[in-house]
């Protein structure tokens, strides 16, 4: 295989270059980690090569990084003595490692985290979407630390706003300030080196070059200047786009509401539960008989009391893997055992039952706690929103908005929560409330939290094998 002839020319400077630490600023969809993967498996299968260490921000990035390299050592036929995945224990957090060892004795290996110490390790450090990473100073320290022994650095990523250290770094750079070298290739750039002829050479598309290229910029809308054009967005700005929310949206998904009065309070147990009974009897039973039986079914909530809304988002697990929303349920003013006892009844009956997210912040523990005991930590992650958590879930549920694998229902009250998250400092949160002054409509982002916890609980529980609930529910009878 002649190597120039497969790399487009940005491709080709990348890997090219030999220094030692290297940044690229890079669009989304040009193919630079797929030129890594390449350079990579180039070093480790070298008898003067080097280990290879890449460090993504989730398992499926290090999952896929290295089938690339596997795919391309088959491509060069460079004998692979042995692939193989691995578990490592890092401050009491799971981190898969997933490896592949080469003749020459030297291997790639991509983790799916990053562990708090790198600095026993040698070789070359691969950090990618560097701006999605959770404490990227740190992460650099490690990997710095392979320079000593003639190791070397490459950090990949698109911007993540501009007060996000990522882009820190590129300004420093820009100012001399550190001595790395530093690439930066856009959208526009990447398809005057031929991109366009590329992904119609191997995707056989037959899409005109303007037709095309107009269309990837609808797909990103507003956020077009960051993902595509590498202009870090302001702080402040919008995290998900009105066009990418519903090009997601469909319209028969059915959004269930209960709102309490606030009499409802006085009334007794029995008749409290009773009531509840009768809601879940009339509204939510018909749905659940609906459920594909043979889909895996995930659970995501946002818990409030008064001030905004408790929403159970449901997500089913399609044959494909994509995810679809059988339907969501909204809760306003409802009583703590009332949430108890709605949670308990979806959970219960929810076909393949493999995981749920449940906002355990606050009065919110309770029900976290609750549906804990009564399924196990297993299967309920209870979830206490930082920063740091919302700096590696929100890029999972973007991503899935991105790629259109899975579905929301179509309301303008969802698309406004999921417009009310905002990137403050490099950071998506939810920054602010909608109809605020109106008590009986005020929205506090409550259906995105609650999406966000579903894909959340599925990327991390995804795996356990199925539980006969049945027996669970009966053990907890006794």
């Not at 392979?146 to 993540?160: C, D, E, P, R, Y």
């Amino acid at each position: 295989m002649k190597i120039d002839s497969v790399l487009l020319p940005y491709q080709k400077k990348w890997v090219s270059d030999t220094a030692s630490v290297k940044f690229y600023e890079k669009s989304r969809r040009i193919g630079v980690t797929w030129a890594e993967a390449l350079d990579n498996v180039l070093t480790a299968c070298s008898n003067k090569g080097m280990d290879v260490w890449y460090i993504g921000y989730n398992k499926d990035m290090a999952k896929e990084y290295i089938d690339t390299c596997a795919d391309w050592a088959k491509k060069l036929n460079q004998a692979v003595s042995k692939i193989y995945d691995n578990e490592i224990i890092d401050e009491d957090k799971k981190i898969l490692s997933y490896s592949i060892t080469f003749h020459s004795g030297y291997k790639i290996t991509a983790l799916s985290g990053r562990p708090s110490n790198l600095r026993g390790k040698q070789g070359k450090a691969v950090i990618d979407e560097a701006a999605f990473h959770d404490d990227l100073k740190e992460t650099m320290k490690a990997a710095l630390a392979f320079l000593i022994w003639g190791g070397k650095v490459a950090v990949i990523s698109t911007h993540f706003g501009e007060d996000n250290i990522f882009n820190e770094y590129i300004e420093d750079i820009r100012k001399g300030r550190l001595n790395y070298s530093l690439h930066r290739t856009t959208f526009d750039d990447a398809i005057n080196d031929g991109l366009y002829e590329r992904v119609r050479e191997i995707t056989k598309m037959k899409t005109a070059k303007d037709e095309w290229i107009a269309s990837i910029y609808a797909d990103y809308g507003e956020s077009s200047d960051e993902e595509l054009r590498c202009i870090p967005s302001k702080s402040g700005g919008a995290y998900f786009t009105s066009f990418l929310v519903e090009s997601c949206m469909e319209a028969d998904i059915p959004i269930v509401r209960l709102n309490l009065p606030d009499e409802f309070m006085q009334k007794s147990e029995y008749t409290k539960a009773s009531y509840i009974d009768d809601f879940l009897h009339d509204e939510i039973e018909p749905l659940m008989h609906k459920l594909n039986k043979n889909n895996r079914h995930f659970i995501g909530e946002d818990f409030a009391r008064s001030a905004d809304l408790s929403v159970f988002w449901i997500l089913s697990e399609n044959k494909d893997l994509t995810l679809s929303t059988p339907f969501i349920v909204e809760l306003r003013n409802a009583p703590h055992k009332v949430q108890e006892q709605i949670a308990h009844y979806i959970i219960d009956r929810l076909p393949r039952f493999n995981g749920g997210g449940f906002d355990a912040r606050g009065n919110g523990e309770y029900l976290a706690e609750s549906c804990t005991e009564r399924y196990g930590e297993d299967l309920i992650i209870s979830v206490k929103a930082s920063e740091s958590f919302y700096l590696n879930a929100f890029p999972k549920l973007k991503a899935a908005l991105e790629d259109k694998t899975i579905t929301l229902p179509k309301s303008a009250d969802i698309l406004a929560d999921f417009r009310s998250v905002k990137v403050v400092k490099g950071v998506p949160k939810i920054v602010e409330r909608v109809n605020e002054k109106d008590s009986h409509l005020k929205r506090h982002g409550d259906s995105v939290i609650a999406c966000l916890l579903g894909v959340y609980a599925r990327a991390e529980l995804g795996n356990y094998e199925q539980v006969d609930y049945e027996k669970v529910v009966d053990a907890w009878k006794l």
